[in-house]
């Protein structure tokens, strides 16, 4: 049965729009201050230390392009739920690192289950976490919605909007356990296969600990390069 259900949608907030704006400016402002340092300090006819500083410039740029990628999938992604439907323009796949968008419009009297999972990712003998949510369809298709990075990053709020998504469409949110996928989730991606078994409870303690294990490391790391740069 369908519940009344208030017009609602979710955005990325100014602040982060602003915040990963700033951080794609100064990545282009880099890369361009290293173009001119050889011509300002002189040093243009140093074939080597021109290499070097060439080759910085343009993973700068790369970093700059990225940024940039990331900042259009937060300008653009939203979900959002009326009366009668969930509607959402979300991330759906990404060809060399720029992404792709698909729009959905999904009755919520053809909404069969809402689900929600927690996903481990392997990468450079690293563990990540991300929580993911998807619909099922009375017709039996998934489709993806969105997928969190666990972490200090900026987050859509999946819980609440897996929550509200459910109410609507007058069930309750099914939490489908913690699996191991390769699925990248890339800006936001969220797969619309999920395939994989969940791990059992067991299992699924160690990764989390191995995970938050990573997120330390990564916290650590990041104070290590801000004190060096202070004593710099």
Same mark, same amino acid.
């Given at each position: 049965?369908?519940?009344?259900? $208030?017009?609602?949608?979710? =955005?990325? !907030?100014t602040?982060? =729009?602003v915040?990963? !704006?700033?951080v794609?400016v100064?990545?282009?402002g880099?890369?361009?201050? #290293?173009v001119s340092?050889?011509?300002?300090a002189g040093?243009?006819d140093?074939?080597?230390a021109?290499?070097?500083?060439?080759?910085?410039?343009?993973v700068?740029? !790369?970093?700059? +392009?990225?940024?940039?990628?990331? +900042?259009i999938?937060?300008?653009?992604?939203?979900?959002?739920?009326?009366?009668?439907t969930?509607?959402?323009?979300v991330?759906?796949?990404?060809?060399?690192l720029?992404?792709?968008f698909r729009?959905?419009?999904l009755?919520?009297?053809?909404i069969r289950s809402?689900e929600?999972?927690?996903?481990?990712? =392997?990468?450079?003998?690293?563990?990540?976490?991300?929580?993911? #949510?998807?619909?099922?369809? $009375?017709?039996g298709?998934?489709?993806g919605?969105f997928?969190n990075?666990s972490?200090?990053a900026?987050q859509l709020?999946?819980?609440?909007?897996?929550d509200a998504?459910?109410?609507?469409a !007058?069930?309750?949110?099914t939490?489908?356990g913690?699996?191991w996928?390769k699925?990248?989730?890339?800006?936001?991606?969220?797969?619309?296969?999920?395939?994989?078994?969940?791990?059992?409870?067991?299992?699924?303690t160690?990764?989390?600990r191995?995970?938050t294990? $990573?997120?330390? +490391?990564?916290?650590?790391? +990041?104070l290590l390069?801000?004190? #060096?740069?202070?004593?710099?």
């Amino acid at each position: 049965m369908l519940m009344p259900a $208030t017009d609602r949608t979710w =955005r990325f !907030g100014t602040s982060t =729009r602003v915040m990963i !704006g700033f951080v794609t400016v100064f990545m282009y402002g880099v890369a361009v201050l #290293l173009v001119s340092l050889p011509f300002m300090a002189g040093v243009n006819d140093d074939p080597v230390a021109n290499a070097m500083i060439g080759a910085t410039a343009i993973v700068m740029v !790369g970093f700059g +392009l990225f940024m940039t990628f990331g +900042l259009i999938a937060i300008v653009r992604t939203r979900i959002g739920i009326d009366a009668t439907t969930l509607h959402a323009t979300v991330p759906s796949h990404h060809t060399l690192l720029v992404p792709h968008f698909r729009t959905i419009a999904l009755p919520l009297a053809q909404i069969r289950s809402v689900e929600r999972r927690q996903e481990a990712v =392997r990468s450079f003998g690293m563990i990540n976490l991300r929580e993911s #949510l998807s619909v099922v369809t $009375t017709a039996g298709e998934r489709i993806g919605i969105f997928s969190n990075t666990s972490g200090p990053a900026s987050q859509l709020p999946l819980d609440e909007i897996a929550d509200a998504i459910a109410s609507a469409a !007058g069930m309750t949110v099914t939490d489908a356990g913690t699996v191991w996928t390769k699925s990248g989730g890339l800006y936001g991606e969220a797969s619309s296969s999920w395939s994989e078994r969940p791990l059992d409870e067991t299992s699924a303690t160690k990764v989390r600990r191995a995970a938050t294990r $990573t997120a330390q +490391l990564f916290m650590v790391l +990041l104070l290590l390069v801000i004190a #060096l740069r202070a004593c710099g």
